[in-house]
């Protein structure tokens, strides 16, 4: 089983990044993918998550402005980051949980394949 995120950099205030997270080793279609992110001094936050049907769950911070979505036939999951601020600078890791649920939630210890994260520094 791996992951990996990449798409990191650096971005404006109110701007717009995409991060993928390559999946392999597993059946996409049959897990559940979610989006965390770490500040340094901050706890490990929760964002989003997409099961295997394709539903959706969003974190408080970032409903509105993150959207979630998967391309099973590409093993990718996306997460689109729109109207972003300086807070959301942090790491944002992928992660992958592949027991068969249909539906999935943010929290971090259903999630037991981690890829490594990529870093987003949002300063103008």
């Known amino acids: 089983v791996q992951l990996q995120a990449s798409g990191g950099g650096l971005v404006q205030p109110g701007g717009s990044l995409r991060l993928p997270c390559v999946a ?3 059946n996409l279609e049959r ?3 979610a989006w965390f992110r770490q500040a ?3 706890e ?3 964002l989003s998550c997409i ?3 394709g539903d959706t769950t969003y974190g408080g911070s970032v ?3 993150f959207t979630i979505s998967k391309d099973d036939a590409k093993n990718t999951i996306y997460l689109q980051m729109d109207g972003v601020e300086p807070e959301d600078t942090a790491v944002y890791y ?3 949980d592949l027991s068969y649920t249909l539906s999935c939630a943010i929290d971090p210890w259903n999630y037991a394949y981690w ?3 990529t870093q987003v520094t949002v300063s103008s």
Do not use: T
Request: hydrophobic letters at 15%; aromatic letters at 4%.
């Open 24 to 26: 392999s080793g597993f």
């Open 31 to 33: 897990s559940s993918i």
């Open 40 to 42: 340094p001094g901050k």
């Open 44 to 46: 490990r936050e929760g």
């Open 51 to 53: 099961g295997s049907r």
């Open 63 to 65: 409903k509105g402005r």
């Open 94 to 96: 992928c992660a992958a």
């Open 115 to 117: 890829g490594r994260g």
